[in-house]
């Protein structure tokens, strides 16, 4: 993989001796569950994580870097080009611990993540003025105004569109047309027709098939709060029909609805023909 430097930041492959701080970082909870894929933030599910992004590199050739910052040679978080199986095309994400939000690191090491996907043992210079990212409502911090700590992103038609933790918002290559667009807002989702096909297990461990669990975690409890909270989120989000009849429960989806947060545009199609889900949230 390429190692990139910006002004601030060089952006290098993850190794083993990242593990550390890569899971001080995961074990933050606005970290954690700011991410598009919810993972756990034990020690051991750190380690599936970051071994999850070293092991992309070796399949693809490229993955998410470690990003650092050059004046401190401190760990700032993970950034880079994604494309698991089943995923619906090229995306770019990135993680940063809490203690470099609002610096504009995410600006800063998400656009050149997209133009370096080539296997070099050098270093790439890329000018300050270029590895920027405006978003629609143009030269906008991203970490301040877009995301938190994490996203998951799409490349389409030329446009770079973020959805997941960046729901809502649209951020395009510069140069690019800002048109209104966002991968979260135009793709399709599927509903079931009634919330009593909704025949999931109500109690245990729910499994999720590979195409659901693009984050690497496929094991939720449905006991656990923030587990059943996070599974539900990504069944509605990402399953169809047939994925919400057999890991959703109906009435483990009314009783619980303001704790799950479907993205915008799921809650919103879930309400429309649901209006009990509203008015039980």
């Not at 933790?165 to 509903?191: D, L, N, W």
Request: charged share 25%; net charge neutral; proline share 6%.
């Amino acid at each position: 993989m390429t190692v990139v430097e910006t002004e601030r930041l060089t952006l290098r492959p993850l190794t083993g001796d990242d593990f550390d701080d890569y899971a001080a970082m995961m074990a933050d909870p606005q970290v954690a569950d700011g991410l598009a894929e919810p993972v756990g933030r034990s020690p051991a599910d750190a380690w599936r994580s970051l071994a999850l992004f070293m092991g992309h590199r070796e399949i693809r050739g490229y993955s998410h870097w470690a990003v650092v910052e050059q004046a401190t040679g401190r760990f700032v978080g993970r950034a880079g080009p994604w494309k698991p199986h089943g995923f619906p095309g090229l995306g770019v994400g990135w993680c940063l611990a809490r203690a470099h939000w609002g610096k504009g690191y995410t600006a800063t090491s998400a656009k050149p993540t997209t133009r370096a996907r080539r296997p070099s043992s050098t270093a790439s210079r890329i000018p300050p003025g270029r590895a920027h990212i405006e978003s629609l409502s143009c030269h906008e911090d991203l970490s301040r105004t877009t995301i938190r700590s994490g996203a998951r992103s799409h490349v389409d038609d030329g446009r770079f569109v973020s959805s997941g933790a960046a729901i809502g918002h649209t951020v395009c290559m510069k140069g690019q047309s800002a048109a209104p667009f966002s991968y979260a807002q135009t793709r399709p989702y599927e509903v079931a027709g009634s919330l009593d096909e909704l025949q999931g297990p109500e109690h245990g461990v729910v499994v999720l098939p590979l195409e659901l669990a693009w984050g690497g975690r496929t094991e939720f409890d449905l006991d656990n709060d923030y587990d059943r909270s996070a599974v539900y989120k990504i069944v509605l989000e990402e399953g169809g029909v047939e994925h919400q009849r057999r890991l959703i429960n109906g009435r483990l989806l009314m009783e619980h609805w303001d704790e799950i947060l479907p993205a915008r545009p799921v809650r919103a199609l879930w309400e429309r023909r649901f209006p009990q889900l509203r008015h039980a949230a």
